[in-house]
């Protein structure tokens, strides 16, 4: 019996020798859901290893979770001393990681882990120097920094593919799909949006990503690519920033401009992790799409002070944020008190449904 690879490989040649029209749709679209199960296989069964062993499990700790990507010798390892309390290996050589390294960086009053891991060689999604694996720990991260170096600039277009064949989109949302799964009834599809796609096909891919009943509701022009991320259970959404390192070595003809312009990577930031040049620009930005703000929760009977923060993610209301604190904290509470940003006037009272912003000041009532 051929192996999952050898099946991957198989499904891809007869997508590429099949012309695509209309006509042949169903058949192109069923192969599509195949060749993804069959990658959502490889997927899991690399989340297994990741798990079990080999110095790849890696429990999450503090507010979020960063992973370093990149292919050796980038300065992965520079960079994470640089910015946390880590001590790992450099060495001018390749491979000088060989498992996960975990720092903590503390930045405005948040604990931010992160790991660096080996570094991506060419094949790194078929396994090879441990491609897999780091391809796992990545999927587990609430953010992903792909570093390369100056002189190396093809290899974030090749890193961030491997990504994305591993089920992990980047800097992207979530299609807007709602399945419903079912336990009879087939598969009904409800969609006020015109689709390219025929509704006969997005049945046969559904049924082939293997749900037989469900009530699908599609609130966006779907692609054949995102409607196979909807039905899989494997897909990530992360954001990435794109770091290129070593800008202070002679003798490159990097262009800046060029570089930064380019559609897909308007989030690349040049540093050099030996120098410390724009490491405090790289920590802000870190801040910044992790989406994190600082609250500081005020005590019965205490004035209002900045010695007890709390970092949550923008956007949350004070009822959340009680939550966080712990559930049988925000059993009793009904109202707030809110001192400096978002409030009429220092103390004013208000409900549970108000939205948290930056170096707000908090007593729950």
Known sequence: MSTIDEQILAIEKEIRE?????GTEHHIGKLRAKLARLKDKLIQESSKKGSGGGGYAVKKQGDATIILIGPPSAGKSTLLNALTNAKSKVAPYSFTTVSVIPGMLLYKDARIQILDVPGLIEGAEEGKGRGREVLSVARGADLIILMTDIQRLEAIERIQKALERNGIRLNIVRPNVVAD???SGGIAIHSNIKQDIS?????EVTSEMGIKN???TINEKLTMDRLIDTLSPNRVYLPIIYVLNKID??????DKCHYDDSNHHSRVLTISAEKGIRLEELKEK???ILGFVRVYLVRSAQEPDFNHPLVVKKGMTLSRVANKIGTEFAEDKKRAKIWGPGAKFPGQEVSLSTQIQERMQVRFI
């Open 286 to 288: 870190i801040w910044e």
């Open 181 to 183: 799964k079912k336990t």
């Open 249 to 254: 070595e002679k003798n490159t003809k990097y």
């Open 199 to 203: 509704f006969q096909t997005i049945k």
């Open 18 to 22: 099949t012309p695509y029209h209309k």
């Open 214 to 216: 469900a009530d699908i």
